[in-house]
């Protein structure tokens, strides 16, 4: 009996045992992944040694019969270079369950584990076998897979972007691939790497385009629809830009951006530059010629516009063949006002873009071109620029070459004209400072400095306090003018934007510019209305006022003067005997007095030219461009040499001459300077009328540091134009 109940139990036993094998494997039948994670989801997998791990996979099982030839050889042995733990091993069956891959089993993507044991070394995930071919296709032909190839452990694959068993659809913010963080998984690989195949940094492109506008407005907006890496180089078929195949190809660049700007790109199509880019001239500009691939900025951003004109200049900065003119549009440009003040930081100064338009650029003879004739008149006018044009205003122009002889002959005239002055004026007072300066030194070794007149308790007045305001304000003001200006004259230098940052960037020295130019006239009226005043109180009859002895009117004896003097220069006579002026404060005076009015008439020309324009045609701005500048370098070279020497710097006035601050000068000098004025004033008793006490000591020492200041901020500047002009500065 006992025997017959052991036997049921063992039956009974038996068929349980296989009831539940029978369940096991019909559960298992519902989820083949199971026996994958029977091992690969234990966490215990993550910390496995290599010889644990081969232990697991490298001992075949009597089970399945004996192993097939040549098994122990491929799996049996430890080669050396395993890693010590594998934690990518350990498998979470939570994370298949949230991922798009819930429905697929292990084997279909590690289908070479589909027989257990497997080998120890499994082939990557066949992702592009049957289910992403498309993709795996594009992958394939990029340069990723490329280096892949070439054995380039930080080639991206399939899982390095996607993730493994974690992987998160594309529009799921927790995946690295989301348009809001692709940018982070392109960028983070990328910065790791060297310089890319043109020779750039790489981490540098990675970071221009952080600090874009692209970037930005992913990551600090949230748009999804600003362009991140694969929106531009694709997200699988990535290849260099070289490639005919690339979307960042030259050829299909402007394809690529329309897909975000559809508008701009139909309208850059219409273009000359569209239509050369059509007619395969790849020389043609497309987007990222003046947009740039990576570091976009906002086209309203000032780093922009001020950059805009060099992108354009690379281009337009070489003469087509079998142009007649001198020199380029961009050349041109940078010479023009617009230029200068764009030059040095001004973002409101007209840009190449702002006329010729940006994306719809067109021939100057196409109807619709901005810069066609019927269209200028708009063109200027647009906001923000001229908004009062006319017709005679756009006869200006802006690409004029004044050194143009055959396109430009009036221009070339007027530039030609002051060269000959400016030569002939520099030629004859330097040769007049150089033979002063050599005689007086020669006087000096022969006998000494001269005798210090012994101080005075009076002086010779020889200035009113009006003449000593209108000297003063013309000091202040030709440095004021010369300070703010000659940085537009050598804008192309870097020592010219230092200048003008000092009065505040080129807008505000500007501003200070046209402040000293109405100083300048004001003090013009000023002197003027004394001049009136002199005359109206006049002791003498109105002609001897205007052409006597004592009037700045040059007069015969002026012309003796000067022979007589070049005479002295060379030791066969006498100093000439000099009446009230000399011949070269004559010339002083009335070089300031007409170099005002030029320079002031053609100032203010360029300060309203749209009201100008409604006196005079638009061309005549062209000749005040030129006017204005060459008779300010004439005055600046002639005030900061000449006349400093004849002023201050020559022997025996040595380091300033102080009358003109303190009005009044020794009597014992001012016998010996002007001899006939002081005869004169003997004769007629009018001598003890202009005596005056002498200047304070005190005074007169703050009034000589003014002058040596004075005539060190004009050396310092002309010493800027000299260097610059010669190109030594940069």
Not at 7 to 17: I, K
Not at 207 to 217: E, G, I, P, R, V
Not at 583 to 608: M, N, R
Not at 620 to 629: L, P, Q, R, Y
Request: glycine residues 8%; neutral net charge; charged residues 20%.
């Amino acid at each position: 009996m006992a025997v017959v109940a052991v036997a049921l139990f063992v039956v009974a036993t038996t068929f349980a045992q296989r009831a539940r094998d029978r369940d096991r494997d019909r559960e298992q039948d519902r989820d083949p992944d199971h026996r994958c994670l029977n091992c690969h989801g234990q966490s215990r997998i993550a910390g496995l040694d290599p010889r644990e791990r081969l232990a697991m996979v490298g001992t075949w099982l009597e089970e399945l019969g004996p192993p097939p030839e040549g098994w122990e050889e491929a799996h049996g042995e430890l080669r050396g270079d395993e890693p010590p733990v594998r934690p990518e091993l350990f498998v979470l069956p939570a994370d298949l369950a949230a991922s798009p891959h819930a429905e697929t089993h292990c084997v279909d993507c590690h289908e070479d584990a589909a027989k257990l044991p497997h080998p120890v070394k499994l082939n990557r995930a066949t992702c592009g076998s049957t289910c992403h071919a498309k993709e795996w296709e594009r992958y394939s032909e990029g340069s990723h897979r490329a280096a892949y190839e070439d054995h380039d452990l930080k080639a991206p694959t399939c899982a390095s972007c996607h993730g493994g068993h974690d992987i998160r659809r594309v529009d799921d913010l927790a995946a690295p691939q989301h348009r809001l963080k692709s940018l982070y998984l392109c960028g983070d690989c990328h910065a790791d790497h060297g310089q890319s195949r043109n020779g750039h940094d790489s981490a540098e492109l990675v970071q221009s385009y952080l600090d874009s506008a692209h970037a930005k407005a992913i990551t600090r907006a949230g748009l999804l629809w600003a362009a991140s890496c694969a929106d531009c180089h694709d997200a699988h078929g990535v290849l260099p830009a070289d490639d005919p195949r690339s979307t960042v190809n030259r050829v299909h660049i402007p394809d690529t951006c329309g897909a975000c700007h559809l508008g701009v790109a139909e309208t850059y199509r219409t273009s000359v530059h569209g239509r050369l880019l059509a007619e395969g001239d790849e020389r043609a500009p497309v987007c990222t010629d003046c947009h740039t691939a990576h570091s976009i900025t906002r086209a309203s951003s000032p780093d922009f516009m001020r950059d805009i004109v060099n992108e354009c200049g690379e281009c337009h900065n070489t003469r087509k063949d079998g142009s007649a003119r001198r020199a380029t549009f961009y050349e041109t440009y940078s010479k023009s006002y617009h230029g200068q003040v764009s030059k040095l930081g001004s973002t409101r100064a007209a840009r190449c873009s702002d006329c010729h338009g940006s994306h719809a650029i067109l021939p100057l003879d196409d109807p619709d071109s901005m810069v066609n004739e019927g269209n200028l008149v708009a063109t200027c006018g647009q906001s923000g620029c001229h908004a009062n044009a006319s017709a005679s205003f756009v006869r200006f122009d802006p690409h004029a070459d004044y050194r143009d002889r055959h396109n430009y002959p009036v221009l070339y005239g007027v530039w030609l004209y002051f060269l000959i002055v400016m030569s002939s004026v520099f030629t004859f007072f330097g040769l007049h400072t150089l033979l002063w300066f050599v005689r007086s030194a020669a006087h000096r070794i022969r006998n000494g400095p001269a005798p210090k007149h012994a101080p005075a308790a009076t002086a010779i007045r020889r200035f009113t306090v009006l003449n000593r305001v209108n000297h003063l304000l013309v000091a202040i003001t030709f440095f004021g003018l010369t300070a703010t200006g000659i940085p537009l004259v050598f804008s192309h230098q870097r020592w010219a934007a230092g200048l003008a940052a000092m009065f505040g960037g080129i807008e505000w020295a500007g501003f200070w510019h046209r402040v000293f130019a109405t100083m300048l006239l004001v003090n013009f009226v000023l002197h003027f209305i004394g001049l009136g005043r002199a005359f109206l109180r006049r002791q003498c009859s109105w002609k001897e006022w205007f052409f006597g002895p004592g009037s700045l009117i040059p007069r015969w004896k002026d012309v003796k003067d000067c022979l007589g003097m070049f005479r002295w220069f060379g030791g066969r006579g006498p100093m000439p005997k000099f009446d009230r002026w000399t011949y070269w404060e004559k010339f002083d005076y009335w070089a300031e007095v007409f170099g005002s009015i030029i320079i002031g008439g053609t100032g203010l020309l360029l300060w309203f030219p749209e009201f100008m324009s409604r006196l005079v045609p638009g061309w005549s701005f062209n000749i005040a461009m030129i006017v204005h500048g060459y008779e300010a370098l004439l005055a600046i070279g002639f005030i900061f040499t000449i006349h400093f020497f004849n002023a201050h710097v020559r022997a025996d006035k040595f380091p300033v001459d102080d009358v003109m601050f303190t009005g009044s000068v020794p009597e014992e000098e001012f016998k010996h300077e002007r001899p006939e004025e002081f005869r004169r004033l003997m004769e007629s008793g009018r001598l003890e009328s202009i005596r005056v006490p002498a200047p304070n000591r005190r005074r007169r020492v703050v009034w000589v540091l003014v002058a040596v200041v004075s005539v060190g901020v004009g050396v310092a500047l002309l010493a800027l134009i000299i260097l610059g002009g010669l190109g030594v500065l940069q």
